[in-house]
T-cell receptor
Framework: GQNIDQPTEMTATEGAIVQINCTYQTSGFNGLFWYQQHAGEAPTFLSYNVLDGLEEKGRFSSFLSRSKGYSYLLLKELQMKDSASYLCAVTKSNYQLIWGAGTKLIIKP | KAGVTQTPRYLIKTRGQQVTLSCSPISGHRSVSWYQQTPGQGLQFLFEYFSETQRNKGNFPGRFSGRQFSNSRSEMNVSTLELGDSALYLC??????????????FGPGTRLLVL
């Protein structure tokens, strides 16, 4: 199948760290996107991972394990403005881009 | 550089009608993709256009169609609207190849309500 699985909703506290997981089918896998989407707004690009390992961009990091079909987005020093949906999307060798349903992240003070 | 623009932003239609949505990509971007977004379903890929040709298509019925003009602007059309077509329709542009990992830049979307 082509399922991409993400938790539907997560809650975290301001200042803390949260990890949002994404699992996918490994066949034909090329790379994996993470996008952020605030309520009522368009998605915006966060990262694109092709190789195994962790890529850090400020407070946000994205990890990929190609063999395990697994990625996570790590958000540190959470701020209220990080409340949003986080979308995982996979590019495949058959020229497909498949999106997960997104994880709604709620930040509490 | 201006971002991706979509018109109209909001639409209310009745079942059986048809609708045309418009998208202007970022200047210089030649790839335009269309998505349908509904609560709990995430982004569902409709189609992608590049240089006026449909390059990729998702699993939507033939009532959903699109086209791209020589200036890269794109339109999508939905005929014989159904209640289930109520959704946010997002357009995204990229330089040439989002499916090869290029960043897509999304427009604000058109929110369609079918009554």
């Amino acid at each position: 199948g082509q399922n991409i699985d993400q938790p539907t909703e997560m809650t975290a506290t301001e200042g803390a760290i949260v990890q949002i997981n994404c699992t996918y089918q490994t066949s034909g896998f090329n790379g994996l996107f993470w996008y952020q989407q605030h309520a009522g707004e368009a998605p915006t690009f966060l990262s694109y991972n092709v190789l195994d390992g962790l890529e850090e961009k400020g407070r946000f990091s994205s990890f990929l394990s190609r063999s395990k079909g697994y990625s996570y987005l790590l958000l540190k020093e959470l701020q209220m403005k990080d409340s949003a949906s986080y979308l995982c999307a996979v590019t495949k060798s058959n020229y497909q881009l498949i999106w997960g349903a997104g994880t709604k992240l709620i930040i509490k003070p | 550089k201006a971002g991706v623009t979509q018109t109209p932003r909001y639409l209310i239609k009745t079942r059986g009608q048809q609708v045309t949505l418009s998208c202007s990509p970022i200047s210089g971007h030649r790839s335009v993709s269309w998505y349908q977004q509904t609560p709990g379903q995430g982004l569902q890929f409709l189609f992608e256009y590049f240089s006026e040709t449909q390059r990729n298509k998702g699993n939507f019925p033939g009532r959903f169609s699109g086209r791209q003009f020589s200036n890269s602007r794109s339109e999508m059309n939905v005929s014989t609207l159904e209640l289930g077509d109520s959704a946010l329709y997002l357009c995204a542009s990229s330089l040439a190849s989002p499916l090869a990992g290029e960043t897509q830049y999304f427009g604000p979307g058109t929110r369609l309500l079918v009554l």
